[in-house]
């Protein structure tokens, strides 16, 4: 399911299999989050990226939280991580948390099922994908009709046409994507319409 968010704050996303629920990118509503998870036992966070519109909540829930080790210090910096220009005042630290690292292709076991990790730098160094069953959860990465911002601290607009030409030629044309924000769409139709990846596609 999917709680909205906006330009400043990402959307939420949780998955449920059977009594067990993932959080992904946790940044807003915690009463509806907490609605949402009510008889479910949360497992994990997946953190697409450590920009603080997608990770303000992160010290409310008691689970172990996943994210690419090259976005770790920037979580914890304001200077990088937007709370300083977004005026949002950041409350978790360090220690507060139980941060695992993911590796590009590993695969996360989620009840009898998994989740895997697309390691998509680009955004940011550490930005992350998340692909479970054909449902594709890309952060900044892509966008409907559009891509992440390269051009704050730790991003590469070389290391996005990378890691937009990997998930084109690995994933499945009918793969729903799943982003930050804005609206969901296809790997099918962004491949049409996106004139970003249409470009990267040609090269």
Excluded: W
């Amino acid at each position: 399911m999917i709680i909205k968010g906006n330009d400043d704050l990402s959307h939420v996303y949780i998955i449920k299999r059977f009594d067990q629920a993932i959080l992904i990118d946790p940044s807003h509503s915690i009463d509806q989050i907490e609605h949402a998870l009510q008889g479910l036992k949360l497992n994990l966070i997946l953190l697409t990226h450590a920009h603080i519109d997608h990770t303000l909540l992160i010290d409310l829930f008691k689970v172990p939280i996943y994210m690419h080790k090259n976005d770790y210090e920037m979580l914890f910096n304001d200077e990088q991580n937007g709370s300083k220009e977004l005026k949002i005042r950041k409350k978790f630290q360090k220690e507060m948390l139980d941060i695992r690292f993911v590796d590009d292709m590993q695969t996360i076991v989620f009840a009898d099922e998994s989740v895997i990790v697309y390691h998509t730098p680009g955004h940011t160094k550490g930005s992350v994908c998340y692909l479970h069953r054909n449902m594709l959860y890309t952060g900044d990465t892509l966008f409907k009709e559009g891509v992440g911002r390269t051009d704050l601290v730790g991003g590469s607009t070389a290391l996005l046409n990378k890691s937009i030409k990997k998930l084109f030629s690995e994933l499945p044309q009918l793969t729903k994507i799943l982003p930050g924000h804005d609206e969901s769409s296809t790997m099918a139709y962004e491949k049409k319409h996106n004139e970003y990846v249409i470009k990267v596609l040609q090269r």
